[in-house]
């Protein structure tokens, strides 16, 4: 049973990770630095040219790339290649399109 939930995590946890991101993003994130919007009217907290949009994209690329590691520990316990790289594939596939899909959505224009 726990390899079979081990095997499913780095699937799951991305399109779970995304509305709570959202909400944090929408409440606090946007707040702290910046909406993202015209360079010259942006002020955030923090006084830097770093807003909410370049977090957005620095976190759910850290999170494909840890995600894709976990799934390529994962499939060392499974016994056939193919079945491997179908899984690695499939989970870094699945990730990036989701990546792809929150930073293009969401951007704070």
Known sequence: MRKRLAGVLPIIIMPIFIPVYIILDNFILVDIFGCGCVPSTQ?????????????????????????????????????????????????????VILTLWIVNAFMWA
């Not at 040219?49 to 390529?72: E, G, H, K, M, Q």
């Open 43 to 95: 002020t955030n907290m923090l006084n830097i040219p770093y807003n909410a949009n370049d977090l957005r994209v620095t976190v759910f690329s850290i999170l494909t790339i840890t995600l894709f590691i976990w799934s390529v520990v994962i499939a060392k316990t499974f016994k056939r290649k193919f079945i491997k790289i179908i899984y690695c594939s499939t989970v870094v596939l699945l990730d």
